[in-house]
């Protein structure tokens, strides 16, 4: 807080030579930078991070390197880059696994708030709602009267405790009163080919994920999860339309060590911004079946504690505890 301060102070007094702590964020950067994932390659967040990364090389003419720690919801990932020095060549990417997680877990060794300083918000996945051919509901008031006929009978698979899929799948339990049984998998992909099968009759997977099952008619969707409807499935109404208040979607953005010079959290968050004025990078984010955030690194770290506090009466609902 000290060095923050005293670099705005060298910012305004603009008679005197520049300091050398400001000078050397205005030369930011001056070698690669690493992105550490939360996630395998290929994951979601992976992926966020190298679309985020190409942009940012391009832009700032350094090298923008993804770095993979996946395990424990992304904690690794998170605790690692908490503790990196606050000199904007570590960050990390920010989704709502952490945002879960942060009251999922008892003891974590890192605050997601405190400890992890807001850059900017990145994208907003939508999920959908999907059943397997032999459910007969069609739409979501059939699913709700069937859930409720059938209590305890059907199986909701999810990517895993704590997952995004597992929590807005808790979240529409908790707002419809129906009963359906968790059945966490090791991951997206296991979960998705059980109910592809009919091992389990329902699950809240991302749209990009479950796109090709939708089109081909293997799968069915009931409603997308976000507050408006997706551009991928325009004809799919929101559950929201049916159950007033729902809203459930992945949050995707960049954070950096607390105390990283304001001067380069400010730097990297107009350059993202930057990218969602780009035709190219809007079409690629669009085509995931994700909408853009944009703002300022405040209004990115208003979301993320929105969200924890969201999720956190999700999970005290459900009574999960992480695998």
């Known amino acids: 807080?000290?060095?923050?301060?005293?670099?705005?102070?060298?910012?305004?007094?603009?008679?005197?030579?520049?300091?050398?702590?400001?000078?050397?964020?205005?030369?930011?950067?001056?070698?690669?930078?690493?992105?550490?994932s939360i996630s395998a390659a290929g994951g979601t967040s992976d992926i966020t991070?190298?679309?985020?990364?190409?942009w940012l090389s391009e832009r700032l003419g350094q090298s923008f390197v993804v770095e993979n720690r996946p395990g424990a919801g992304g904690h690794i990932a998170a605790e690692f880059v908490a503790r990196a020095p606050a000199d904007g060549y570590t960050l990390l990417t920010v989704s709502s696994n952490l945002m879960i997680g942060a009251t999922l877990y008892d003891k974590l060794n890192y605050n997601l708030v405190r400890d992890i300083a807001s850059v900017a918000g990145f994208s907003r996945e939508t999920s959908v709602m999907l059943v397997h051919p032999s459910v007969p509901a069609k739409t979501i008031p059939e699913f709700i009267a069937h859930a409720k006929a059938h209590p305890g009978k059907i199986s909701m698979a999810s990517a895993g405790t704590g997952s995004g899929p597992h929590m807005q799948g808790e979240l529409f339990k908790m707002m419809t009163g129906v009963n359906m049984v968790h059945v966490p998998y090791r991951?997206?992909?296991?979960?998705?080919?059980?109910?592809?099968?009919?091992?389990v009759q329902v699950m809240f997977p991302g749209t990009t994920a479950s796109l090709a099952y939708i089109k081909s008619g293997r799968l069915r969707p009931l409603a997308v999860t976000a507050a408006t409807r997706s551009?991928?499935?325009?004809?799919?109404?929101?559950?929201?339309?049916?159950?007033?208040?729902?809203?459930?979607?992945?949050?995707?953005?960049?954070?950096?060590?607390r105390d990283t010079p304001v001067e380069i959290v400010d730097r990297l968050n107009r350059e993202i911004n930057a990218a969602f004025r780009d035709p190219t990078m809007k079409a690629r984010i669009a085509e995931s079946?994700?909408?853009?955030?944009?703002?300022?690194?405040?209004?990115?770290?208003?979301?993320?504690?929105?969200?924890?506090?969201?999720?956190?009466?999700?999970?005290k609902f459900s009574g999960a505890k992480p695998d």
């Open 1 to 36: 807080m000290i060095r923050r301060r005293f670099l705005e102070l060298a910012a305004a007094v603009v008679s005197l030579p520049a300091a050398p702590g400001l000078a050397w964020t205005q030369t930011y950067p001056s070698r690669p930078v690493r992105i550490v």
């Open 49 to 54: 991070a190298r679309l985020m990364g190409q």
């Open 187 to 199: 991951g997206g992909g296991p979960a998705l080919i059980d109910l592809l099968s009919g091992q």
């Open 231 to 257: 551009p991928a499935l325009p004809d799919v109404p929101t559950v929201g339309d049916f159950v007033p208040g729902y809203e459930a979607s992945a949050i995707f953005g960049l954070g950096a060590p």
């Open 289 to 315: 079946g994700a909408s853009v955030l944009a703002g300022s690194p405040a209004e990115f770290g208003t979301l993320i504690a929105d969200e924890i506090e969201k999720w956190a009466k999700v999970v």
